[in-house]
């Protein structure tokens, strides 16, 4: 079985301040790894996803994640916030593709909030 | 650029009564997914659907769930006879089909629809 951790349900940052959101995730197989984001009033947007190519990920909006299978850790970064960036953020684990019958197994979500 | 969407956003019904919560997935995409999420909770997998047949399901799709493809752009979720705790925001996805090896395919999501059973 496969398993999500997001610590911290809430992180406050100001604008301009390095966001790290954290998952560490337990799977008994070489997991897929995604980031989604969710805006208000809009379904979930894929921000990256790790594949095995190369531990660091780039995605959409600056943001990157770091493949640690030592730590079982995907923690989301972003060297400069921007208030845009406040929303909802799920880390997800797959032991498949993501794209077949497996559904995806997520954390309970951070909210990145931004001050100004 | 493509989107999944869904209908209605927001559903208010009876305990007891059946709801349709309906999702048109992305034209050209083979795999179709709901999830729901109760308020405060993980998002948490329900069911995948491939080629008009169930491929997997979790514990939580027990027989008061049903899914169905009526035609060739709606996916549904009925919900039967339903409860105060199915109360919550329901969300469908769908995909291109299934990635071989490390071709990992995306699951695009739908904005969903909020469940509420009085």
């Known amino acids: 079985a496969q398993s999500v951790t997001q610590l911290g349900s809430h992180v406050s940052v100001s604008e301009g301040a390095l966001v790290l959101l954290r998952c560490n995730y337990s799977s008994s197989v070489p997991p897929y790894l995604f980031w989604y984001v969710q805006y208000p009033n809009q379904g979930l947007q894929l921000l990256l996803k790790y594949t095995s190519a190369a531990t660091l990920v780039k995605g959409i909006n600056g943001f990157e994640a770091e493949f640690k299978k030592s730590e079982t850790s995907f923690h989301l970064t972003k060297p400069s916030a921007h208030m845009s960036d406040a929303a909802e953020y799920f880390c997800?684990?797959?032991?498949?593709?993501?794209?077949?019958?497996?559904?995806?197994?997520f954390g309970k979500g951070t909210h990145l909030i931004i001050q100004p | 650029e493509p989107e999944v969407t869904q209908t209605p956003s927001h559903q208010v019904t009876q305990m007891g009564q059946e709801v349709i919560l309906r999702c048109v997935p992305i034209s050209n995409h083979l795999y179709f997914y709901w999830y729901r999420q109760i308020l405060g909770q993980k998002v948490e997998f329900l069911v995948s659907f491939y080629n008009n047949e169930i491929s997997e399901k979790s514990e939580i799709f027990d027989d008061q769930f049903s899914v169905e493809r009526p035609d060739g752009s709606n996916f549904t979720l009925k919900i039967r006879s339903t409860k105060l705790e199915d109360s919550a925001m329901y969300f469908c996805?769908?995909?291109?089909?299934?990635?071989?090896?490390?071709?990992?395919?995306?699951?695009?999501f739908g904005p969903g629809t909020r469940l509420t059973v009085l």
């Open positions: 996805a769908s995909s291109e089909g299934y990635g071989r090896g490390r071709n990992v395919v995306e699951q695009f």
């Open positions: 997800a684990v797959s032991d498949r593709s993501g794209g077949g019958a497996d559904g995806l197994t």
